[in-house]
């Protein structure tokens, strides 16, 4: 697949300003707040393009693991990976750096989200399963843990709004959580 981002104008006609990029891309997000653009390759190289400049900023080659999905948080803090291989990467914006790396499950993520308050993330695998992360205190630091998992038994999931505080009557929280 070739991707080309182009901005459009009033008149309708766009203009492009990143061409070419990687030729397997399998997801791409925009920062929240910055002019920029998070592509993923499904061989696992990872970059981050400046919208002004129209260049590459920063890239990373994930090794032993096919991309599959990548999300900002919602502050662009930092950026949520999900593998073929049910790993979960959470990355720094600026250098792409490791923060958490785990794998709670042999399936492929196939859906990221962030809570708004940038302390929680959810990840959908293709077995119907939904991972939940918290940023966590532990011995006067905080760190990133593992919650737990939660089985759906419809197939669509959508993740896209997620917030740990967002229960209603009419959706109330998981009930069966395990770890």
């Not at 182009?6 to 070419?20: A, D, F, K, R, Y």
């Not at 900002?72 to 593998?83: A, E, I, P, Q, T």
Request: proline share 5%; with cysteine; hydrophobic share 40%.
């Amino acid at each position: 697949m070739h991707v080309c981002v182009c901005v459009c104008h009033g008149s309708m006609q766009g203009t492009n300003i990143l061409e070419p990029m990687l030729t397997d891309v399998v997801s791409m997000c925009c920062h929240p707040t910055q002019p920029e653009l998070m592509v993923l390759g499904r061989g696992g190289m990872l970059q981050r393009w400046d919208l002004i400049k129209h260049e590459c900023i920063t890239s990373r080659k994930l090794v032993r693991a096919a991309g599959s999905r990548v999300a900002y948080s919602r502050d662009g803090s930092f950026v949520v990976v999900g593998l073929d291989m049910g790993f979960v990467k959470i990355l720094s914006t600026e250098d792409l750096s490791d923060i958490f790396v785990t794998r709670n499950t042999p399936n492929a993520i196939v859906q990221l989200a962030a809570a708004t308050t940038g302390r929680h993330v959810a990840c959908a695998d293709d077995q119907n399963q939904v991972l939940l992360y918290a940023f966590l205190p532990y011995k006067h630091i905080m760190r990133w843990e593992f919650v737990g998992k939660t089985f759906f038994a419809f197939k669509h999931h959508s993740l896209h709004h997620f917030s740990p505080f967002a229960h209603s009557r009419k959706h109330p929280p998981p009930r069966t959580l395990y770890t």
